[in-house]
């Protein structure tokens, strides 16, 4: 319903009995009765809501204001990913930028520093992001890196901000990589799937050796360093039953380090190595509830990539956190897109760099105009939904389909969330 042209929502509780009220734009959720649910949204003008009324306007109003209107308040361009080269040292079973004959691409020097330039030229935010991920491994190309590094330096010199670098890496590089790393980023992610048996498995060298020992000692190394450390571990069907076992292992290895666990997607090398594989997910997130080890919090989950919340825990209105960010995700083609899908053609493909002397202006409204595109306010099947400023409509890179099925689980996990906001437990069945 609409209160004074605000829009208050009547979630029904596990509990029979009560009701939620929530007002996602007032960042208000309050608990009533059933009964007393069916009076207020009973559109019966004789109604008073002067109570309701009153509790929302204590509480300061999220203006959501249309990001292609309001240049001013849209969020800014802030988010410069990079992949710098194609070119990878192993072999992953599970590799998702597997391509059959393709040949590994490597941005040159110069379109790098131009890409640099162009992005610190556009981005005003006082904070921006530089992240190194992609399609191979970056410490390969370390004449690239620092390049990248040095030119953010001469940026900072034009105009001052504060910068964040990121890192992915398979870990397998050398002493001369590793003290460049610990001296320029901050947050570095290292892939290693757990102990010997597991990583040789799933992450030989291209020769088919191991690289087991080169990373393991690299991470000892870097665990006992300041930089902020993370392991990304990858679950496939291999090391699905060994999910304790790997994570006692990281931490008598390394205590207290942070890990990102995440299932193999169905893509690339994948689909050859484990063509009748099923989704890990749920299956993953059962083994990572009962495991005793994170309950010890000797190893840590990391935060996700978007900061230390859910989708619950902030409002937005457009589907893709990298569209809200500005990002762009330069491939080593020279293409920019806002995000690093395998899926061709690429829905938030934003241009080329070197396509035109335009090129950069092209990639800013291509920014905008996706933004319209993808903004919860233009989806009409979202609009009677409670959780439309928390998800906005889902990827657009992978819709939900026809089945209703995503925002079902949408919508029980922010209803949970809004129950526990109220002190409600869980019922048992």
């Known amino acids: 319903m609409l209160l004074n042209g605000e829009e208050i929502f009547f979630i029904p509780s596990h509990d029979q009995n009560r009701t939620l009220v929530y007002a996602p734009l007032r960042s208000y959720v309050a608990v009533t009765s059933r009964e007393h649910a069916a009076v207020l949204c009973s559109g019966d003008p004789t109604i008073h ?29 802030q ?20 391509r059959e004959g393709h040949k590994p691409q490597t941005l040159s020097l110069s379109m790098l520093a131009a890409a640099v330039t162009a992005f610190c030229s556009y981005a005003r935010a006082p904070l921006l992001f530089f992240e190194f991920l992609g399609d191979g491994e970056p410490t390969l190309y370390l004449e690239g890196l620092r390049r990248c590094i040095e030119t953010i330096e001469c940026q900072q010199r034009i105009r001052p901000f504060t910068r964040r670098v990121a890192l992915t890496t398979n870990g397998t590089f050398g002493v001369e990589a590793r003290e460049f790393l610990t001296q320029t980023v901050d947050d570095l992610t290292i892939s ?10 799933q992450r030989p060298r291209l020769n088919g050796l191991s690289c087991y020992q080169t990373v393991y000692d690299n991470i000892c190394s870097l665990h006992r360093s300041e930089i902020n450390l993370t392991l990304r571990i990858t679950v496939t069907p291999i090391s699905i039953s060994h999910i304790e076992a790997i994570l006692k292992f990281l931490a008598e290895s390394f205590p207290g380090i942070a890990v990102r666990i995440e299932p193999m997607r169905s893509a690339g090398r994948a689909t050859v190595c484990f063509p009748e ?48 960010f500005g990002n762009w995700q330069l491939a080593s083609d020279g293409s920019i897109s806002s995000c690093a899908t395998v899926i061709r053609p690429n829905p938030l493909m934003l241009g080329n760099l070197g396509s035109s002397e335009h090129a950069v202006l092209d990639v800013v409204s291509s920014i ?26 889902g990827c657009p890179v992978y819709p939900p389909d026809a089945s209703g099925n995503f925002c079902r689980d949408v919508q029980e996990s922010g209803r949970n969330w809004l129950e526990n906001k109220c002190g409600i437990l869980p019922t048992t069945p």
């Not at 290693?192 to 498995?201: S, V």
């Not at 005793?292 to 989950?301: A, C, N, P, T």
């Open 49 to 77: 809501l002067d109570k309701l009324n009153t509790a929302l306007r204590v509480r300061p109003l999220v203006r959501i204001q249309p990001h292609w209107l309001n240049g001013a308040t849209a969020p800014k361009i």
């Open 79 to 98: 988010r410069l990913t990079i992949s710098l080269s194609e070119r990878c040292n192993l072999r992953c079973i599970y590799c998702h930028a597997y």
């Open 368 to 393: 905008e105009n996706l933004r319209k595109a993808y903004s919860v306010t233009n989806r009409q099947a979202c609009e009677a939904c409670f959780c439309k400023y928390h998800c906005a409509g």
């Open 192 to 201: 290693f799937d757990g102990y010997k048996e597991i990583q040789d498995r």
């Open 277 to 324: 594989a099923s989704d890990l997910s749920v299956q993953l997130a059962s083994a990572l509830a009962s495991s005793e080890v994170l309950r010890s919090q000797r190893v840590r989950i990391a935060d996700p990539y978007n900061g230390a919340c859910t989708m619950y825990d902030h409002i937005r209105t457009v589907s893709c956190p990298m569209l809200e």
